[in-house]
């Protein structure tokens, strides 16, 4: 019984992973930080990194694994949304990407 609500738990992180991937893929590809806020992911990291520890602890692999998983996802997210800090896409109301590139490098 135990191991089908183990489950149920790996189940939801897969989700949780899932549901991460436009956000970062966007983020990533479009060098666009729209309606991120490095602040918000700061605090859910260091959240993701209390609870892990916990998490550890406590000895629950569910919790370890969805933890690990979202201290990661976030601190991915938090880097790139730092480091594209103010840019956006067309579809955000920015520029395209190769317009803001040759910007940044001098060229345009
Ligand atoms: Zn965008």
Known sequence: MSISIEWLGFAAIALSALAYLPQVTHLIKEHCSAGLSPRAYCMWV?????LLTY???KEDPVFIS??????????????????YKGQLCEEHGGEPLSVRLKRSQGKA
């Open 46 to 50: 260091v959240s993701s990194v209390l």
């Open 55 to 57: 998490s550890i602890v």
């Open 66 to 83: 969805l933890q690990g998983y979202h201290a990661g996802a976030g601190a991915l997210i938090l880097f790139f949304c730092l480091r």
